[in-house]
């Protein structure tokens, strides 16, 4: 694991923490969707994005791009699968437990529609676009070259995701901040079970 990452991560995640005990999860949606505007909307569906297949197909693109040719190559690209395995089986385990747990546009349908969104009502719980984007930026930080991997930058774009999600009026705060979580010990665990064990 990346220290720069994971320390940022802590970081950002527990300031994320003590909005939810402070605030909440309603009243954080009802503020952001109170001060939504159209090119906000617009920007947070490709954001979200990160969270979905499109990115781990670029984020393996590169990093074979970095190591091929090279010794490096085959543990990267099996930490890399095994990464991405665990960030989708896991959350969707976790939905299918959780499955009677509404979304926001369940619980306030009344919300503006967001044109070009797929809306969901259930499985709330945790964000899986949330996991999938830190478990991918996390195993990002560690395998890529170290001139690129960009361990704060790469947190905030996890982050980023992770707020789509709640523009977007797909998950809750608490969905979000379990999704990051969730997302950070698959890229542990991927990273452990392929023989990244130290952490940089």
Request: proline share 4%.
């Amino acid at each position: 694991m990346n220290r720069t990452y994971l320390h940022t991560f802590l970081v950002i995640w527990g300031l994320l923490g003590l909005l939810y005990v402070f605030l909440g999860s309603h009243t954080l949606m009802h503020t952001i969707q109170d001060s939504r505007v159209v090119w906000m909307d617009r920007a947070m569906l490709i954001w979200t994005k990160g969270g979905e297949v499109y990115a781990a197909v670029i984020f393996f693109g590169l990093l074979w791009s970095m190591h091929r040719g090279q010794e490096s190559w085959k543990p990267v690209r099996n930490g890399f699968l095994a990464i991405v395995l665990l960030a989708v089986v896991l959350p969707q385990g976790l939905k299918s437990i959780f499955a009677d747990y509404p979304r926001p546009w369940k619980v306030f349908p009344d919300v503006h529609d967001i044109p070009g969104l797929t809306k969901s009502f259930f499985k709330s719980f945790p964000s899986g676009h949330t996991a999938f984007a830190t478990a991918l930026t996390a195993g990002w930080a560690r395998m890529a070259r170290p001139t690129y991997q960009y361990p704060i930058g790469m947190v905030l774009l996890a982050t980023g995701v992770g707020y789509s999600r709640i523009h977007l009026h797909m998950h809750w705060l608490h969905d979000v901040l379990a999704g990051g979580i969730l997302g950070l010990g698959c890229a542990y665990l991927g990273l452990r079970l392929t023989g990244f064990r130290e952490t940089h």
